[in-house]
């Protein structure tokens, strides 16, 4: 990871990005998560349309930012787009 960092995409570095995790409704927390937790990575948690961290949704010291996720509520808050394609 630290060659990717400092050498990927012909020398202008990579930014690896990881998910905080999936466990945190049995206990986990991404903090022994090798890769969230580690120096040369970027790691995202959840956050439902209510502002809170789902229940799937695991803590940890190293995320750095949370994104829309689902929730309790079904407010459709998380959507997916569709790239039109007219080469006409």
Do not use: K
Not at 15 to 32: M, T
Not at 70 to 84: C, G, K, L
């Amino acid at each position: 990871m630290r060659r990717g960092i400092e050498f990927g995409r012909h020398g202008y570095g990579s930014i690896y990005v990881v998910a905080s995790g999936n466990g945190g409704i049995i206990g986990d927390n991404c903090n022994y998560d090798g890769y969230a937790n580690i120096v040369y990575t970027v790691t995202i948690g959840a956050v439902g349309e209510d502002g809170a961290m789902p229940l799937y949704g695991e803590e940890c010291a190293s995320m750095l930012a949370v994104t829309f996720s689902s929730s309790a509520y079904h407010r459709n808050i998380v959507s997916q787009t569709a790239e039109i394609n007219d080469s006409s």
